[in-house]
């Protein structure tokens, strides 16, 4: 019995330096992004983690391997900012509560999103990351805006669509970027859009 505990201590640590490792490189690569390096090399990647460009590829088989890992960690970042917002509440109560929670999501997302894009057309991972959070967005709406979007009747969906519109990452990273606008505008601007869009809609 005491040969099986000299086997797995090793193997054990072994394990856990693995992971530490991919780990650090995840953590560097997101580090590196949030700093505005939009296409972080492996040579920079691995200075940042300590490690040498060589274990990144020992950990990683490829790069899409590598954006997988660091889009499960920003998920994991996002998912601290959001929380569930009842759609029995007064409208502008949601509204305000969903506006001050995307603002802080959007402004979170925004360095991950334009490195995201840099490498978009050549990976089917970041394509399938950037579905998912735009089908996350079009849920979350579709909770929080229920009552209006279902009292809209046949203009239901138009409803919806402007909803997603005025509060999608594209629309806040031209505020931000293009614009020029402070988070404090942007969100004042989302606001409008989204008070415009709910002042309008009704049974069609």
Do not use: C, Y
């Not at 991919?22 to 580090?31: E, G, N, P, Q, W």
């Not at 899409?64 to 959001?82: K, P, Q, T, Y």
């Amino acid at each position: 019995m005491p040969t099986d505990t000299h086997v797995e201590e090793p193997i054990d640590g072994r394990t856990a330096r693995a992971v530490r490792t991919k780990d650090a490189i995840v953590d560097a690569t997101l580090a590196l992004i949030d700093e505005g390096d939009l296409r972080p090399t492996g040579p920079r990647i691995a200075e940042r983690a300590g490690v040498s460009v060589r274990s990144i590829f020992q950990h990683f088989d490829d790069l899409d391997a590598l954006f997988s890992a660091v889009g499960e960690r920003v998920v994991v970042r996002i998912a601290a900012l959001i929380h569930a917002i009842d759609p029995t509440e007064p409208l502008p109560d949601r509204t305000r509560a969903f506006l001050a929670q995307r603002a802080m999501v959007m402004e979170s997302l925004t360095p991950v999103l334009r490195a995201a894009l840099v490498h978009a057309a050549s990976s089917t991972v970041i394509r399938s990351q950037f579905e998912n959070g735009h089908q996350f967005l079009v849920a979350q709406i579709d909770e929080v805006f229920a009552p209006e979007i279902a009292a809209a009747g046949d203009g239901g969906p138009v409803l919806r669509d402007g909803l997603v519109v005025a509060l999608s990452w594209s629309s806040w990273d031209l505020l931000r970027g293009a614009q020029g606008r402070s988070v404090d505008q942007a969100r004042e601007v989302a606001a409008s859009l989204v008070g415009a869009l709910l002042a309008g809609a009704g049974p069609s």
